[in-house]
């Protein structure tokens, strides 16, 4: 039966196959040829309990020490940790707060406290039926008023409205008193209206409806009015959004600078403002209930707010900070689920619960020891919630190595004969002795009198499971090593990316990887070999003998009852090595009815695909097999051409879903026809700073010793050069042309917001001393710009000071500012900010200099963020520029095979380029921060299981001599499909659970996650085992070494016919219908 069905297999493997299918004993002895893994299998086999116990002490005691070293929390956010601080933009912004807390005191009596309007409290209005009518009716000026009056009446908003008052308040204050709100409510109500918020008449509306209209008629009147209404009021008559503002001031009693986003101020004002939302909410009716309150939500996002035939929305910065960091708590709640989701699959691959268990444990422990390297070795103290998503990347990757490794396990079984081992071995194990040298932990610990003499004890089976070992770890050290090498490398590649929370991503992620392949390598094995001879209760299935499970006298200390023991042992003898069996005729019938397996199952999947690919028409072609290949290929062209339109994003980065309370505020800002000036980036020109001394500065703790200002030791105002040439450019500055989209009125800057302290100095100093600055001596001139600097305020900002624009510091003027409102509104996008960013350089370049007055420079927030966004571009092109690389060069290394490694490499970029092609091209995504940080993981976990094909495709003609790439290409499939498909299913399904979260950051990377996994699946067996089948190498063709001898650059070896080979020759000889076919044993094939 067996040479029958030889006959018709060309392949060495697939004959070899065959005989393992049947029952024959494989050629394969097992064993590695490695003394070290021999000696590593050896200790897994005879002490596993052990092995585990070490292994797990020691990951339990680095968990146990982060928490000794307090190393184990996130860090303190801050609104630096995204900045990139080696651009210029950073530097300036450094330079400038180090400058302004250097100043010296404004010495006046008035006190500061609140007079700075750090952050607002808009609220939105929006008439649900707007078809031509006036918005305003005197419903819906009483709802607007009603609204507003949540926050007026909020106690925190006015405190008592008294300075030096115990009750801190949190309104911006004029002149001691609370600032009134910017509300619609005024036109109609007062200007200093209390929100009583009465019913007016249909009379009073109408006239002061009239007047607001009349207003929008002018410039001046746009720029006053226009914040009330949309763009289309003025030729419209008629405005069907409004909104409101409070201004929230600082600093705050007890601080004396003014807040910015994560100080201790910002914190304050934040508690503050979620006390302020939640009466909101209780207002319009909208607390989260059900199930979004049971995952911790704070709003109810199906819900609407409507008041008075309104539609009403509300957004503040320092609310949307808070609602994110609630959201993210909660949302990373999600990873308990992917856990719980990845250990079921395990165990329901593995058939083993104690596997599952301990798989899943080493998992979710790696992360806790990367931690411990990460902080305490790498001294990287900087982890945040992006760091936490590198759960959902180890759960797939750890699943994947573990079935790696059980796999291996499993088909070793069939791989390496039972007694398989020489008789000089065997006689070898019987004889040896259990003295108190060789096992003196047995001997005197587990057994009670001399030499150990437990029954049962199985010295050619310890030798068979040490075979076993032997073949399953060095085939899985060699597949994980390549796989996590590569995906480490990946994540090692965004160390490069500018931004620090992205580059200690990539940083933590890879440590994980390769903690996890530690872990793999010495946890799974001995869970195996514990699960496997002492839970399973069945020790002599594979050598036909059926015994039970006996007691265990060196359970723990001295491994599995198997020895090796004494041959003084008494009524025992070891049973001989298996021998040839022959094949009887319904052998073959109950082999195929085996392979019967469900087509849903990985085993279905491998059938099947096989099946499939390998179908040859009459003409001998695999149509199949090619049209697959080529539709791949068109696709991944398509998908490079689709990723190639991905640019950054046109709108500002949306953090929640589109029916969230804030992103409908976001979205609705642009439909005002005009700001309040605060609205308006604040753009600053600074003269007198040259640079920033950032000796301790430590990159990973972005909020502590950003820089020390240095200062221009020739920048003197007092010359009257110099003091034209600020004039000049207090001028220069407000008149600056920008024809720009984000630009209005067709300036750089917004009218009447420029504020030059030189210019009202002057004026100030004519009426005090009836002389011009320029008769001024340097000593009069500094002295009365001091006077003048600590008695008088802006015009613009009575009740503010010149503590920031004149900067005086012991005593003495080190640098000057001028400040204004840009025509372009804050959080603009990247595709917005660009263009207007190159026109605020030339402004800069465009103003005279003189020898005292060096070249100035300018600065914006917004251009902090811009180079944010700018570095995400640039980190992902430079991380896929060294992981490519990387990844081709460990398939050089895994397969030996230039080849194989080109072919893997055009399927990974294809993998690549597919998932973010698909997101440009089906879901119309830009280039944002999310996308940006999945392009790296996506180049990560593209690559494993592409590296698996080919690694056991070049891994066949080392093990069965297949020289022949249908050979090559069926080994492959075999023996790492199911693993690779289990390995889908794990990392895909952890991510799956990233789309029940609110943040649509998360709910992206789910989608993202998923697409990779589907097309690394999809190309490495549709287009890359298929273009092997088809034109994979055969023998030495594309070998490293082979090229080298071809060329002469290494001295040619004598290629021998693999014994493999001889073995199916011999067995191809074999007379018809003989009965059974005999292969011979290891030592006759020297295999």
């Given at each position: 039966i067996v040479s029958d069905r030889l006959l018709q297999h060309s392949a060495g493997a697939e004959a070899l196959t065959l005989h393992r299918t049947m029952g024959v004993e494989s050629p394969h002895k097992g064993a590695s040829g490695s003394p070290r893994i021999n000696a590593i299998s050896?200790?897994?086999?005879?002490?596993?309990?052990?092995?585990?116990?070490?292994?797990?002490?020691?990951?339990?005691?680095?968990?146990?020490?982060?928490?000794?070293?307090?190393?184990?929390?996130?860090?303190?956010?801050?609104?630096?940790?995204?900045?990139?601080?080696?651009?210029?933009?950073?530097?300036?912004?450094?330079?400038?707060?180090?400058?302004?807390?250097?100043?010296?005191?404004?010495?006046?009596?008035?006190?500061?406290?609140?007079?700075?309007?750090?952050?607002?409290?808009?609220?939105?209005?929006?008439?649900?039926?707007?078809?031509?009518?006036?918005?305003?009716?005197?419903?819906?000026?009483?709802?607007?008023?009603?609204?507003?009056?949540?926050?007026?009446?909020?106690?925190?908003?006015?405190?008592?409205?008294?300075?030096?008052?115990?009750?801190?308040?949190?309104?911006?204050?004029?002149?001691?008193?609370?600032?009134?709100?910017?509300?619609?409510?005024?036109?109609?109500y007062g200007s200093n209206h209390n929100f009583t918020c009465e019913l007016l008449s249909d009379e009073e509306v109408a006239v002061a409806s009239a007047t607001l209209y009349t207003h929008l008629t002018t410039t001046a009147g746009e720029l006053t009015y226009g914040f009330y209404v949309d763009k289309q009021a003025p030729t419209d008559g008629q405005t069907c959004w409004t909104r409101s503002m409070f201004k929230v001031g600082s600093p705050l009693r007890g601080y004396s600078g003014a807040s910015s986003v994560g100080d201790k101020q910002f914190y304050k004002i934040q508690e503050w403002m979620a006390d302020v939302q939640e009466d909101l909410q209780g207002f319009f009716g909208m607390k989260a209930e059900g199930f979004q309150a049971l995952a911790g939500q704070s709003v109810n996002l199906g819900g609407v707010a409507t008041k008075g035939g309104l539609d009403v929305n509300w957004f503040s910065i320092v609310m949307q900070n808070a609602e994110m960091m609630h959201t993210v708590a909660n949302d990373t709640n999600m990873a308990l689920f992917s856990m719980i989701f990845v250990w079921f699959w395990i165990v329901m691959h593995t058939g083993s619960f104690l596997i599952g268990s301990l798989g899943m444990l080493q998992i979710v422990l790696s992360l806790p020891v990367s931690l411990f390297i990460y902080r305490v070795i790498f001294r990287i103290w900087f982890f945040d919630t992006l760091q936490t998503l590198a759960i959902f990347v180890i759960l797939g990757v750890g699943a994947d190595d573990v079935f790696v490794m059980v796999d291996a396990w499993v088909q070793s079984r069939d791989e390496v004969p039972y007694g398989g081992g020489s008789d000089e071995d065997e006689e070898q194990i019987v004889a040896s002795k259990c003295d108190d040298k060789a096992f003196p932990v047995c001997c005197a610990t587990c057994c009670c009198a001399g030499p150990c003499a437990c029954k049962g004890h199985d010295p050619v089976r310890a030798d068979w499971y040490v075979r076993r070992m032997e073949y399953a770890y060095s085939r899985a050290m060699k597949a994980v090593f390549n796989t996590s090498w590569t995906t480490a490398m990946a994540f090692f590649a965004t160390a490069v990316s500018p931004i620090m929370p992205i580059s200690t991503f990539g940083i933590y992620a890879a440590l994980c990887i390769i903690m996890n392949y530690v872990f793999v390598m010495t946890l799974t094995p001995a869970t195996i070999i514990i699960q496997e001879y002492y839970m399973e209760g069945t020790h002599g299935e594979s050598s036909g003998e059926k015994q039970s499970s006996l007691p265990n006298c060196c359970w723990c200390c001295s491994g599995p009852n198997f020895g090796p023991f004494s041959d003084t042992v008494k009524g025992w003898t070891p049973p001989p090595p298996s021998k040839p069996e022959k094949v009887p005729i319904d052998e073959e019938s109950k082999a195929i009815e085996k392979m019967k397996v469900s087509p849903c199952s990985p085993e279905g999947f491998i059938n099947g695909y096989l099946n499939t690919m390998e179908l040859k028409t009459q003409g001998g072609v695999r149509w199949f097999a090619i049209s697959t290949v080529l539709a791949l290929s068109a696709y991944g062209i398509f998908s490079c051409a689709a990723s190639s339109q991905l640019t950054p994003p046109t709108e500002a980065e949306q953090w929640f879903p589109d029916n969230h309370i804030y992103s409908k505020a976001l979205k609705s800002m642009d439909k005002f026809l005009s700001g309040d000036d605060d609205s308006y980036a604040l753009f600053k020109v600074v003269y007198g700073m040259k640079g920033l001394d950032r000796s301790k500065y430590n990159i990973y703790i972005p909020a502590e010793n950003r820089g020390e200002t240095k200062y221009d030791s020739d920048f003197d105002l007092q010359p009257a050069a110099a003091q034209n040439a600020f004039l000049d450019a207090c001028d220069t500055i407000r008149n600056y042309p920008c024809k720009e989209k984000g630009c209005q009125f067709g300036l750089l800057i917004r009218p009447n917001t420029t504020t030059c302290f030189l210019e009202e100095f002057q004026t100030w100093h004519y009426?005090?001393?009836?002389?011009?600055?320029?008769?001024?001596?340097?000593?009069?001139?500094?002295?009365?710009l001091t006077t003048f600097r600590e008695t008088t305020a802006p015009k613009a900002d009575p009740y503010g000071d010149w503590s920031t624009e004149i900067g005086m510091i012991d005593g003495e003027l080190k640098f000057a500012t001028i400040d204004s409102r840009m025509t372009m509104k804050v959080l603009q996008s990247v595709i917005v900010k660009r263009p207007i960013s190159k026109i605020a350089d030339n402004l800069v370049d465009d103003l005279v200099t003189t020898s005292t007055l060096n070249k100035p420079f300018q600065w914006t927030w917004d251009w902090v963020w811009y180079q944010?966004?700018?570095?995400?571009?640039?980190?992902?092109?430079?991380?896929?520029?060294?992981?490519?690389?990387?990844?081709?060069?460990?398939?050089?290394?895994?397969?030996?095979?230039?080849?194989?490694?080109?072919?893997?490499?055009?399927?990974?970029?294809?993998?690549?380029?597919?998932?973010?092609?698909?997101?440009?091209?089906?879901?119309?995504?830009?280039?944002?921060i999310a996308e940006s940080v999945a392009g790296v993981i996506v180049i990560g976990l593209a690559v494993d299981y592409t590296i698996h094909m080919g690694h056991m495709y070049d891994h066949a003609s080392h093990e069965i001599g297949a020289q022949d790439r249908e050979a090559r290409f069926r080994f492959a499939v075999e023996k790492m499909g199911t693993t690779v498909f289990a390995g889908a299913i794990t990392t895909a399904g952890s991510g799956m659970f990233l789309y029940f979260t609110v943040l649509l950051f998360f709910s992206k990377m789910a989608t993202l996650i998923v697409f990779t996994i589907f097309f690394s699946f999809l190309y490495s067996f549709g287009f890359f085992m298929a273009l092997l089948l088809l034109a994979g190498p055969e023998g030495e063709f594309g070998r490293i070494g082979y090229i080298l001898e071809s060329l002469g650059l290494r001295k040619k070896a004598d290629y021998e016919k693999p014994a493999s080979a001889a073995v199916v020759d011999e067995a191809l000889a074999a007379p018809i219908g003989s009965g059974e076919v005999a292969l011979k044993g290891d030592e006759d094939t020297n295999l």
């Open positions: 050896k200790k897994l086999v005879y002490q596993p309990c052990t092995v585990c116990g070490w292994t797990l002490g020691i990951m339990f005691f680095i968990t146990f020490a982060l928490g000794v070293f307090n190393a184990g929390g996130l860090s303190e956010q801050s609104g630096y940790d995204w900045d990139i601080s080696t651009t210029q933009a950073v530097i300036n912004a450094d330079m400038i707060t180090s400058g302004e807390s250097d100043v010296d005191d404004i010495s006046i009596s008035n006190s500061t406290e609140r007079t700075d309007a750090s952050y607002y409290i808009t609220i939105q209005y929006n008439k649900i039926s707007c078809n031509g009518e006036n918005m305003f009716t005197p419903e819906t000026v009483k709802a607007i008023c009603e609204t507003d009056a949540v926050v007026y009446n909020n106690l925190g908003w006015k405190g008592t409205g008294i300075m030096g008052s115990d009750e801190m308040g949190f309104c911006l204050l004029s002149n001691g008193e609370c600032e009134q709100p910017i509300s619609p409510s005024n036109l109609f009426n005090t001393y009836a002389e011009t600055t320029y008769d001024c001596t340097a000593t009069e001139f500094y002295s009365r944010t966004e700018e570095g995400l571009i640039i980190g992902l092109m430079l991380g896929m520029a060294i992981a490519l690389p990387v990844a081709f060069a460990t398939l050089i290394f895994a397969t030996g095979n230039v080849v194989v490694s080109l072919y893997a490499i055009v399927s990974i970029g294809f993998v690549v380029a597919s998932v973010l092609g698909a997101c440009k091209a089906y879901l119309d995504w830009d280039l944002g």
